[in-house]
């Protein structure tokens, strides 16, 4: 079946612009993850989503990051005026179970943002 | 933050050789889960071991825990090319994420 896809797989912004970045989870996966990461790091926990209900964003890490996931399926994550150190590859996950079973998730191929 | 931190940051042998990379971690923890990845197949998950676990296999894979010590091996047996990858140890946290090493980098050369 389909893994997670997320669109754009690439995108270049100026600095300053606005930014929105698609993730398309296993169908049917209650959990919703998205991850950053800057290179040679590992990912890093931006936000969790259990069906629409944002319940963890403490990874945001300015008010400049905007998460939603208005049908519990499809999720975007929005940046606003983008700075260079927003440069990095987000990741999107799927896991098909719900809060505090940390099982296995399932990760998209990413979108690697940079910002000139 | 990261919770988890491997150990060699980079490791390069011959097909054919077995590779064993580390992971320290800080915090009391319910299981621990291995993810591969490279630039063919993004990050992808390997194996999970409980906390009540010693040892698992799967396949090539070995992955051991010791919760007294905060540690945890992943050994990859009869490495080949294909293997080529970073590969992150990981920790849950909060509700349902997961916290991630910064990886060691694998280079497999024929």
């Known amino acids: 079946g389909a893994g997670v896809s997320q669109s754009p797989r690439y995108k270049v912004a100026k600095r300053g612009q606005d930014v929105a970045l698609r993730c398309d989870p296993i169908s049917g996966h209650v959990s919703l993850f998205w991850y950053q990461q800057a290179l040679g790091q590992g990912p890093e926990f931006l936000t969790y989503?259990?069906?629409?209900?944002?319940?963890?964003k403490s990874g945001l890490p300015s008010d400049r990051f905007f998460a939603e996931r208005p049908e519990g399926s499809v999720s975007t994550l929005k940046i606003q005026r983008t700075q260079q150190e927003d440069s990095a590859v987000y990741l999107c996950?799927?896991?098909?179970?719900?809060?505090?079973?940390?099982?296995?998730?399932?990760f998209g191929p990413g979108t690697r943002l940079t910002v000139l | 933050s990261q919770q988890g931190e491997e150990d060699p940051q980079a490791l390069s042998i011959q097909e054919g050789e077995n590779a064993t990379m580390n992971c320290s971690y800080k915090t009391s923890i319910n299981n621990l889960q291995w993810y591969r990845q490279n630039s063919g197949r993004g990050l992808v998950h390997l194996i999970l071991i409980r906390s009540n676990e010693r040892e698992k296999h799967s396949g090539r894979l070995r992955v051991t825990l010791d919760t007294s010590k905060k540690s945890s091996s992943l050994l990859i047996t009869a490495s080949r090319a294909a293997d080529t990858a970073s590969y992150f140890c990981a920790t849950p946290s909060g509700y349902s994420t997961l916290t991630f090493g910064k990886g060691t980098m694998l280079l497999v050369s024929p």
């Open positions: 996950a799927s896991s098909s179970t719900g809060t505090l079973s940390y099982n296995e998730q399932f």
């Open positions: 989503f259990q069906n629409e209900a944002q319940l963890d």
